[in-house]
C-alpha cells in the first residue's frame, strides 16, 4: 500500500539523520538552537482498538532561540502500538456476526511546529514544551487472512517537560522528557470506534 511505502520510507530517512546529524551540526553546545534525536515510549490511555504500551517509536526535533530562553521549531515523530485479540464473536450488524481472534496495530504520524521554554543556559538545562501540528493515524485489523484498514487526519497537541544535559564539554549531550499528547482522529472500524487518540510517554535521545 501506498501509505505503508511511505511509513517504511519515512523510517530510512528518519535513521539516516540520526547517523548524519553528528556530522552536520558543530557538537557542542548551542546557545542559538537545539536537535533533539530520541527513542519513544507510547502508552494509549482509553484507547478501545490497541492500549498495548509499546517502544516502537522515534522523535525528531529542532529549534531555534529567538529570545535568551524561548525556541521555536519543528517536530515529527511516529509511534507504533499493537494488541492481540483473542477469539471472540463479532456482531458486525443485526444479522451478520464473526468469530475470529484479531491483532489489531494503531499507527500515528504527528508533526508540526513547537515552543520550547528552558530555564538556564548550563549544561543541564531543563524545559518545558508544548507541539501543536497534524497527526496521520491508520488503523489495521488483521484477521483470518483479511486485513482492514482505516486511515484519518486530525489536529494534535502535546505537552511536555523534560532536559538536555550536555555532560562534556564540546561533546553530544543526551535528552530526556516526559509527555502527553492528543490528536482528533476519529475511527470506526468493524466493532471499535475511537473518538480521539490520547496518549503519555517519555522520550530518551541524543542532543546536539
Known sequence: MFMK??????????FGLAVLMPSAVKAQISLDSYYNI????????????????????????GGYYVHRNIAVGAFIS??????????K?????????????????MFALPFGALVRYRFVERDFQPYVGL????CYSEFNNYYYVFTKVQ??????????????WYPWPNSVGFH?????NYATNKHDIMTY????LNNVGFRLGLAF
Not at 154 to 164: A, D, I
Open 5 to 14: 511505502s511511505v511509513r517504511y520510507s519515512f523510517f530510512i530517512a528518519l
Open 38 to 61: 530520541d527513542w519513544q515510549f507510547n502508552i494509549p490511555i482509553s484507547n478501545t482498538f490497541s492500549n498495548k504500551a509499546s517502544g516502537w517509536g522515534m522523535n525528531f526535533e
Open 78 to 87: 511516529f509511534h507504533t502500538n499493537n494488541e492481540y485479540i483473542p477469539r
Open 89 to 105: 464473536t463479532l456482531h458486525l450488524s443485526n444479522t451478520l456476526a464473526l468469530n475470529t481472534d484479531q491483532q489489531h496495530q
Open 131 to 134: 507541539k501543536l501540528g497534524a
Open 151 to 164: 486511515d484519518r487526519w486530525g489536529f494534535f497537541l502535546s505537552p511536555e517537560v523534560g532536559f538536555n
Open 176 to 180: 530526556m522528557s516526559i509527555y502527553y
Open 193 to 196: 470506534s475511537q473518538n480521539g
